[in-house]
């Protein structure tokens, strides 16, 4: 059964720092792996997808990389802004497309 | 021109009620689903349809009921509310059945219930 698993579960940085936030996931025999970000009161709205064949993607300040021999993915932000603060949440998505999601992290990006 | 809307917003009712959430998109997406999200912010899927279609099924309690009468809506039906239902339920919608595969889901605002 596949766990993923977030850490940390809130995060706090002075605005311009880089910062990485960390996913683990138990079960290696992922089709992707997904990070979304969440608004307060708002939906989910994706970020960036990797496939299980793709090591990395990147999207403007924003890349992940993914190492599924270790069940590890981070999401690395750089020159991090306040219009940043929101949850991140990494999804790792199995043969049959459901996604499983971990707990999030928090981030603030303090002016 | 919201892609994936969800009423109502909130819903506050009170336990053994019968309530419903609808979800539409307006994104010609052939794939809908709907997720809840507890209150230790977990989020997991709870069904998917394809096209009208049962896909997913998870272990949900039968006072769970999903309806698609066309493929740009999925409504959820629930019975006799429990104070454990209370959560955000998220609608979702991809492209094809293969959403989660090759290509993601959209999400809408979600729909935030309490049952007292």
């Known amino acids: 059964k596949q766990e993923v698993t977030q850490i940390p579960a809130a995060l706090s940085v002075p605005e311009g720092e880089n910062l990485v936030l960390n996913c683990s996931f138990t079960?290696?025999?992922?089709?992707?792996l997904q990070w979304f970000r969440q608004d307060p009161g708002k939906g989910l709205t994706s970020l960036l997808l990797i496939q299980s064949s793709q090591r990395e993607q990147t999207s403007g300040r924003l890349n992940a990389s993914l190492d599924k021999s270790s069940g590890r993915s981070t999401l690395y932000i750089a020159a991090s802004q306040p219009g940043d603060s929101a949850t991140y949440l990494c999804a790792a998505t199995g043969n049959t497309g459901k996604l499983i999601f971990g707990q999030g992290t928090t981030l603030q990006v303090k002016p | 021109d919201t892609a994936v809307s969800q009423t109502p917003k909130y819903l506050v009712t009170q336990m053994g009620n019968d309530k419903s959430i609808k979800c539409e998109q307006n994104l010609g997406h052939d794939t809908m689903y709907w997720y809840k999200q507890d209150s230790k912010k977990f989020l997991k899927i709870m069904f998917s349809?394809?096209?009208?279609?049962?896909?997913i099924n998870e272990t949900v309690p039968n006072r769970f009921s999903p309806k698609s009468p066309d493929k740009a809506h999925l409504n959820l039906h629930i019975n006799s509310l429990e104070l454990g239902d209370s959560a955000v339920y998220f609608c979702?919608?991809?492209?094809?059945?293969?959403?989660?595969?090759?290509?993601?889901?959209?999400f809408g605002p979600g729909t935030r219930l309490l049952v007292l």
């Open positions: 349809y394809n096209n009208k279609e049962l896909i």
């Open positions: 979702a919608s991809s492209p094809s059945r293969a959403g989660g595969l090759r290509e993601t889901q959209y």
């Open positions: 079960d290696s025999a992922i089709y992707n």
